[in-house]
């Protein structure tokens, strides 16, 4: 399967012949800029953590060029209907059956509000249990103990983890998370975007090394097979 990295915490995974595309924000980031064409990014689906800005900045836009259907918590589907985005999956803590396979939504100890003020529900994270892969995006959440869970629902063959700090998890944290998931293989997001999440890659990839784990830290526009 293939997954593509849009920065930030903005990613696509396609598997089964299915586009999920993961927190769209791209023009609002300044290191997307030239690398990344908004309008040319496909989706069959699009999957929101939480209503922050740095995760739905895009949203509208590419719901309705691509007519992907909108998985998110109540809140955020009610914020985006109200933008005329008609294809929508209203979700809350639990799980569901899409066409790609079961989707968890999980929690995330982060915040929620809509760029405008309103409340965007629970943050939360994603656990896909696909026909090529199982993988686990946490969405933006300081490590926490109900990780713990995700193995006695799972087996990941990859995980998506924030490692800027600051606002999420670091890589410290992060390594610790991927005991907690059991899991060898992370992708880190949420890094370097501003300068509060600013990282030094090389350290960031000897924390997980030294535990024999993978760090991944993508390009902006790369692809990777997975
Ligand atoms: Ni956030
Ligand atoms: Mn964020």
């Known amino acids: 399967m293939k997954f593509t990295f849009y920065g930030h915490s903005c990613f696509g995974v396609e598997t089964g012949g299915v586009k999920i595309l993961f927190d769209p924000f791209v023009t609002g980031n300044e290191l997307a800029k030239g690398k990344v064409d908004v309008d ?3 989706a ?3 999957l929101v953590s939480h209503g922050h800005g740095d995760h739905v900045g895009d949203l509208v ?3 309705k060029r691509t007519g992907a259907k ?3 918590a109540y809140e955020v589907i009610n914020w985006v209907q109200a933008q005329g985005v008609t294809n929508i999956h209203p979700i809350n803590f639990g799980s569901a059956h899409f066409d790609f396979g079961k989707l968890h939504f999980l929690p995330a100890w982060h915040s929620s509000a809509m760029p405008g003020g309103e409340y965007g529900g629970n943050p939360g994270g994603f656990l896909v249990h696909g026909k090529e892969a199982n993988f686990y995006y946490s969405g933006d959440t300081c490590l926490m103990m109900d990780m713990q869970l995700i193995p006695h629902y799972a087996k990941l063959d990859f995980a998506i983890l924030p490692v800027g700090g600051n606002f999420t998890m670091d890589a410290d944290d992060a390594v610790i998370a991927a005991d907690f998931i059991k899991c060898g293989k992370i992708i880190g ?6 300068g509060y999440i600013k990282i030094d890659h090389n350290k ?3 924390i997980f090394n030294k535990t024999g784990k993978e760090l991944i830290l993508p390009e902006i526009g790369e692809t990777i097979t997975l």
């Open 40 to 42: 040319s990014i496909e």
């Open 44 to 46: 069959d689906y699009i």
């Open 61 to 63: 836009s590419i719901a």
């Open 70 to 72: 909108v998985i998110a």
């Open 189 to 194: 997001v949420h890094f370097d975007t501003f």
């Open 204 to 206: 960031a990839r000897e």
